[in-house]
């Protein structure tokens, strides 16, 4: 069983091309289990969790919007612990998807994604420079999506947190994803650009 993984910024076209290849995959008689780093997290189980025990709390909404680019110490160990936990409940994930038989596994959001949210979370409380150890499995195909923040503003659905996050977070994942060896998609091109530079890195045989 592969991993593929698409990596990049809030609002750089991931999920629609994450399902035009699950599509693809399986029009290939490929069984293919759709995988986001984020959603399987602890912390946002947990965070969806106290929203259903108090729906009606805005001041938690609040937090949690918040949450995404301002971070204390602690919160940023918790991440820090809550993402090992993820790595090792993935490994289980893994093996139980193998043994129903599935060919792929294409994740929306990789565990890499998670390290740059920690990383932006914590430049302010120490000095930029050495990059994390990695602790998980690297996918078989690991694919960045390079897109540029002006852009991503003019789209219909653009993210809340605005430009300077963008921006920043862009550095990151230019930096890691260099390190990381991750295949770089040029995001600024069309939808059917992007996919077809997409099917001709990962060649379904």
Known sequence: ?????????????KSTQIKLLKNYLESQGKRVFYFHAIQ?????QMTNLLGVLQPNNIEHKKEFQKSVTK??????????IFLRIDTCRF??????????????????????????????????KRSFGNYPKLRFRKPDIAIYFQTDPKIIMQRERKPDQGIK???????????????????????????????????NIIYVK
């Open 1 to 13: 069983m592969k991993i593929i993984s698409i990596s990049g910024l809030d609002g750089s076209g």
């Open 71 to 80: 971070s204390n110490k602690l919160g940023i160990l918790l991440r820090k």
């Open 91 to 124: 490994k289980n994930l893994e093996k139980k998807l193998e043994k129903e038989g599935f060919n792929y596994i294409i994740s929306d959001r990789y565990f890499y994604d998670s390290v740059v949210n920690i990383e932006y979370l914590s430049i302010p």
């Open 40 to 44: 399987f997290g602890i912390a946002n």
């Open 165 to 199: 996050y963008l921006e920043k977070k862009k550095e990151l994942y230019d930096k890691y994803a260099k390190i990381w060896n991750l295949k770089i998609i040029n995001g600024n091109q069309s939808q059917e650009e992007v996919f077809e530079e997409m099917k």
